[in-house]
C-alpha cells in the first residue's frame, strides 16, 4: 500500500478546472513539449495502428 | 484470456441501474466523433476501485515501440464488491445502450474492460486505434487522487496524424470520460506522466455486422 494514498478531492466536480483546454489556452513552450511528448517515432502504427496495442484492449 | 459478456438488451433510462453514466453528454464531429463529460461514474465505485488499483489490483507492465502502461483486463480479475457492477451484464449493458443511443449505432453483446495505469515517465504517442473488423467505439474514464497540469497524462485529440496538430487537450480530472468512435482518424494520444499515478478505465464496444455495413466504415 502507498504511504501516499490520499482521499479523491471531494470538491473536483465543483472545481475551477475546465476539463478541456484549447490549443489556444496553452502556451508555446507547454505546447512544444507536448508535441514531443506525444510523437510516434515509428509512423507506421499511427497509420496502420499497431496490434499489439490492441491486444490488451481486450 | 478474456470473458465476454452476454447481457440482455436493457431499457434505456437516466434511472437504470449502473456504475456508468453518460446520459447528457453532447456529442461532438470534430475531429471525430467524440464526447466528453465531466462525470461519467459513481463515486463509490470510483473510490473502491482506486483503493484496489492502488493495493491489489493485478497490474502487469506492458512496453511497446509507442506506449508503456500497466494494464490487465477487469474480465480476469475478482473485482471489490462496490465495483463489480462494472463487469456485470447488467452495469455492461447500461453502459453499453448509453453509448448506443449518444453515438446512434447498435452495438453487438461483447464489450471489454480494461484498466490502465500511468506512472511517471509512461506516455502513449499518437495512434488511432483502427482496426477494421475490430471495436468500433471506446469510453475512457478517469480515476486518480488529484492531478495537477504539472503532472501530465493530458489525454489528446488531434485533427491528423501529425503530433503537432493538437485539436484539443483534456485533463485527466477524476471521474471524467471520453467517449470516442474509432476510425482512421481518430488519433489521440496520453502525455508523459510527470507526478502521481493516472488510471483509467477503457470500454470497448462494438458496432453490429449491420450497423457497420450502414455507416460503410469499420
Known amino acids: 500500500m502507498s504511504d501516499n494514498r490520499k482521499p479523491a478531492k471531494p470538491d473536483d466536480l465543483s472545481s475551477e478546472k475546465d476539463l478541456v483546454i484549447s490549443k489556444d489556452q496553452i502556451n508555446s513552450v507547454a505546447l512544444a513539449r507536448l508535441v514531443e511528448e506525444v510523437r510516434n517515432d515509428d509512423p507506421a502504427v499511427s497509420r496502420h495502428y499497431d496490434r499489439s496495442y490492441h491486444r490488451h484492449n481486450r | 484470456m478474456t470473458r465476454l459478456v452476454q447481457a440482455s438488451e436493457p431499457s434505456i433510462s437516466r434511472n437504470s441501474s449502473g456504475p456508468i453514466d453518460v446520459t447528457g453528454s453532447q456529442l461532438v464531429l470534430s475531429p471525430f466523433r467524440h464526447f466528453t463529460i465531466r462525470r461519467c461514474i459513481n463515486d463509490v465505485t470510483a473510490s473502491a476501485l482506486l483503493d484496489w488499483f492502488e493495493t491489489e489490483a493485478p497490474w502487469h507492465l506492458v512496453k511497446t515501440n509507442f506506449y508503456e502502461q500497466y494494464e490487465f483486463s477487469l474480465f480476469d480479475a475478482e473485482l471489490p464488491s462496490y465495483a463489480g457492477l462494472l463487469i456485470e451484464p447488467r452495469g455492461v449493458a447500461h453502459a453499453r445502450s448509453q453509448m448506443a443511443v449518444l453515438f446512434g449505432v447498435e452495438f453487438e453483446q461483447r464489450v471489454n474492460v480494461v484498466a490502465h495505469k500511468l506512472s511517471p515517465g509512461q506516455r502513449i504517442a499518437i495512434h488511432n486505434d483502427y482496426l477494421a473488423g475490430e ?12 492531478l495537477d497540469d504539472d503532472a501530465g497524462g493530458m489525454f489528446i485529440l488531434f485533427n491528423s496524424a501529425d503530433p503537432s496538430d493538437i485539436h484539443q487537450v483534456l ?48
Not at chain 2, 453490429?208 to 455495413?213: F, G, W
Open chain 2, 171 to 218: 485533463r485527466p480530472l477524476h471521474l471524467s470520460g471520453l467517449g470516442f468512435e474509432i476510425s482512421a482518424r481518430s488519433f489521440h494520444a496520453v502525455s508523459r506522466m510527470h507526478a502521481g499515478d493516472r488510471y483509467t478505465l477503457v470500454f470497448s464496444f462494438y458496432t453490429t455486422a449491420a450497423a457497420r455495413r450502414a455507416l460503410g466504415s469499420h
Open chain 2, 135 to 146: 471495436e468500433t467505439h471506446r469510453l475512457v474514464v478517469q480515476l486518480n487522487r488529484g
